[in-house]
């Protein structure tokens, strides 16, 4: 299911904090650039990989579940294989998160139609950086 310029543009100017599975350390790595641009735009960038404890600045967590109940995550970003999405979305349902957003090359039908049923916003095989980019939505300022 496609979402529309200003559906994507909505759930990009709301979003402040954007969980991002898989984050690797690797500048080379296009988990990395992406959270970079992220974070250029303004956004809270949470890394999630079990084998790190930080990157980019920020405290990396094994999974989103063991991210603090006090962070609120309104995107969880997936740079994941697409046979390792279901754990991630059930993780993202119970957390409430609204917004799943697979990158490029992930999707899992059934793990996106159980997020659907469940009322979160799930995007599949789309980057988040070239959507944000192509829809010319402005920095939010640093606070």
């Known amino acids: 299911m496609a979402l529309s310029d200003p559906e994507l543009r ?3 100017e709301r979003a402040r904090t954007i969980a991002v ?3 690797s350390d690797k500048p080379e790595r296009d988990s990395n650039e992406v959270a970079r641009y992220l974070i250029e735009q303004g956004y809270r960038i ?3 990989n079990p084998q790190l404890t930080s990157v980019l600045g ?3 967590y094994p999974s989103v579940a063991a991210i603090p109940p006090d962070v609120a ?4 970003d997936v740079f994941r294989r697409s046979d390792q999405v279901p ?3 059930d993780e993202a349902i119970a957390r409430g998160v609204p917004v799943v957003w697979m990158q490029l090359g992930v999707r899992h039908a059934e793990a996106a139609a159980k997020a659907r049923a469940r ?3 799930v995007l599949e095989d789309l ?3 070239q959507q944000h980019r192509r829809l010319r939505i402005p920095p939010r300022p640093r606070p």
């Open 73 to 76: 995550i309104d995107v969880v």
């Open 119 to 121: 009322g979160v916003t």
């Open 58 to 60: 920020a405290t990396s």
């Open 127 to 129: 980057c988040i950086m």
């Open 87 to 89: 754990p991630i979305v």
């Open 10 to 12: 909505a759930i990009l």
């Open 21 to 23: 599975v898989g984050l």
């Open 46 to 48: 949470v890394p999630v």
